[in-house]
């Protein structure tokens, strides 16, 4: 139900609310929109003939003004004719998450409309919405003609002092950056802490677009849109921008209200059953037929859900030779897919990108006469609107033929996979591949996770091997970590084999842990410094912990816990000789839980209701 909201204030304009009403509007003029609870304000305005925003949050201002602006063909809004301001609109919108991080999502906000003519005649329209914490735009043009037209973006972020941002592109570190010394760019979305504020400038739906990222701009308190690979944007007739997102809290942890915005922004699937979809866990085979037999027996021992062929399984991945139709003879592809069925377990197929060009079409419905539950993509092109265009239809095309579908390498969210559930998860991350350490795994969940869901392909210690190449933190960590990190489908033991998994008692908590969620609470962390993150599943709660490179200490509220019920929780800690202790304590939603985290350790815990042994 949506009801009109006025909400128009004048920011140092007495009066303009009859104006409002007369259609054709003065660019003096400040159109001021208050999220539902009032606690955040966007001012659009155009000063000096070119348009902007500027943004406040309880009373205090997180922008100056920003502009919001593009070119198509060569021209800009600057000195644009405002032609009408559509007033605020209050919406409430719900819908079910049953792959996410809580059952369902809910999104009130407040949605404006500024329509524009350029000097050229080109009509464009920015769409606002503005919530409580957050806000959105995006620009829609209507070019027309049966010529192509280019599109650049300058849309930008201006603070009033020069801000700290964690710079990071695709999977490398992060480094957090003042502004005012920043000479390169850094992906979206970006965390930003700014006069006391915590910040995170984001996107989402980028269907057709390009990939965009931000460069300092003309000073030291500014951040600006830059295309890193296309010089522009290219479409005929009309476009849709990706929304630009800015969302604002009192602390790093507060932020985390951000980190389903992208799907609330993004269109509902085309109404039907996806039940079928299922998230799950997975082990990667070697390339034979013996470790994929093996993998599903542990994947049925251990609970896990699916297995996977990783790159090789059709020849050498680069190769334009290789044929992600024909499988190497080392494999026996339809007898482990047979004995995977026989025990509920799907196998996933790794397909590289120039075998996706190639035979995306070709494959996919021999796949599904294979018997194959999905695909993962590898070294995709993210980064242009050619490459992102490609994977909006190839995701599509993967979900109409039944798979799930994980996406590798440089491709990060948007919200996509509200729109296409079949899309579980994607990397863009720095994962146990690339050996993070502690700093890095207590920075993503207050950075790239903010995103979606990411494959972190999780590695763990056995007696064979320590993975000490990969692993830079505790046992109790890794452990944890499966909970901090959401991601529907989760890649576990990344490298290890599975017959070599002797070490059970170490890796019971990932029997237990599942990856899709009905509620999440985070409950404590700064950036870089420690994590606590609670989620549930039916009636049983996880808590996963984590603490960076310095010792770590939070004192937890359980007031999430059911009112009345005790609990019996298992934790799962370090036991200072490089191995894992479990033990078992009593607590309720009244009691307080302290933490005392060395530094690169963590705890994992299961609360369960009821007394158990």
């Known amino acids: 139900m949506s009801k009109m909201f006025f909400g128009l204030k004048s920011l140092g304009v007495l009066s303009f609310t009859c104006l409002l009403q007369c ?73 079910a998450s049953p792959l996410g991080e809580q059952d369902s999502l809910h999104s009130i906000y407040q949605q404006a409309r500024l329509r524009l003519k350029t000097t050229a005649g080109l009509s464009v329209t920015i769409d606002f919405r503005v919530m409580d914490s957050s806000v959105a735009f995006r620009y829609t043009v209507a070019a ?19 801000p700290l941002i964690y710079q990071y592109n695709q999977e490398s570190v992060f480094t957090p950056t003042r502004v005012d010394t920043f000479s390169t760019t850094t992906d979206l979305p970006v965390t930003i802490e700014s ?45 849709e921008t990706p929304w630009r997102t800015l969302s604002v809290a009192g602390s790093a942890i507060a932020l ?27 082990i990667r085979a070697q390339l034979n037929t013996q470790s994929g037999l093996d993998c599903i027996d542990f994947a049925v021992k251990h609970h896990f859900q699916y297995i996977m062929f990783d790159a090789g399984w059709y020849g050498a991945e680069f190769r334009s030779s290789s044929d992600p139709g024909q499988v190497i003879p080392a494999i026996d592809l339809p007898r482990v897919i047979a004995y995977g069925k026989e025990h509920h377990i799907g196998v996933v197929l790794y397909v590289n990108y120039i075998g996706l060009k190639a035979k995306l079409d070709t494959i996919l ?10 695909l993962k993509f590898g070294f995709v092109d993210g980064l242009t609107q050619s490459g992102l265009t490609w994977l909006s239809q190839a995701i599509k095309k993967v979900q109409q033929y039944g798979f799930i579908l994980n996406i590798h390498d440089n491709y990060k969210p948007t919200g996509l996979s509200r729109t296409y559930p079949a899309l579980l998860t994607q990397e863009g991350i720095r994962g146990d591949e690339n050996s993070p350490d502690a700093f890095h795994n207590t920075t993503l969940p207050f950075t790239r996770y903010f995103a979606g869901a990411a494959d972190f392909t999780y590695c763990f210690p056995n007696p064979k091997n320590t993975f000490s190449k990969n692993i830079k933190v505790s046992k109790a960590q890794q452990l944890a970590l499966s909970v901090v990190y959401y991601s529907p489908l989760q890649a576990i033991f990344w490298y290890g084999q599975p017959n070599d998994y002797t070490n059970n008692s170490e890796i019971e908590f990932y029997d237990y842990v599942p990856t899709t969620w009905n509620e999440s609470h985070y409950l404590a962390g700064d950036i ?17 912990c984590a603490a960076g490179l310095q010792d770590w200490q939070a004192v937890l509220e359980l007031s999430f816990l059911r009112t009345g019920v005790p609990y019996t929780v298992t934790v799962y800690e370090d036991d200072g000789n490089q191995s894992i202790r479990k033990r078992t304590i009593q607590l309720s939603s009244r009691d307080k839980l302290p933490l005392k985290l060395s530094a ?12 158990h042994e």
């Open 256 to 282: 985390a209200h951000c980190r389903t915005l992208s799907l609330k922004l993004a269109d509902a699937p085309t109404p039907g059953d996806w039940s079928w979809v299922k998230g799950g866990k997975l």
């Open 600 to 611: 690169k350790g963590g705890q994992a815990f299961i609360f369960r209701p009821g007394n």
């Open 528 to 544: 870089g410094k420690g994590i606590a993150v609670a989620r549930r599943k039916g009636d049983t709660w996880y808590l996963g």
């Open 144 to 162: 027309g003609g049966a010529v192509p037209h280019e599109l650049r973006e300058f849309t930008t972020f201006a603070f009033p002092s020069s």
């Open 23 to 95: 259609g054709l509007l003065s660019a003096q003029k400040i159109y001021s929109i208050s999220s539902p609870g009032n606690t955040t304000v966007l001012a659009v305005s155009a000063p000096g003939g070119k348009p902007g925003y500027q943004l406040s949050f309880k009373g205090k201002r997180i922008t100056g003004w920003s502009a919001l602006d593009i070119a198509v063909d060569g021209v800009s809004l600057s000195n644009a004719e405002i032609t009408r301001y559509d007033k605020p609109v209050l919406h409430h919108d719900s819908f």
């Open 195 to 239: 006069n006391g504020n915590y910040c995170q400038v984001g996107e989402a739906v980028n269907l057709d677009y390009t990939k965009a990222e931000l460069v300092r701009g003309a000073n030291g308190n500014t951040l600006v849109i830059k295309f890193p690979r296309d010089t522009a944007v290219r479409f005929y007739n009309n476009i």
């Open 365 to 374: 419905p021999l796949y599904k006469q294979w018997g194959v539950a999905g």
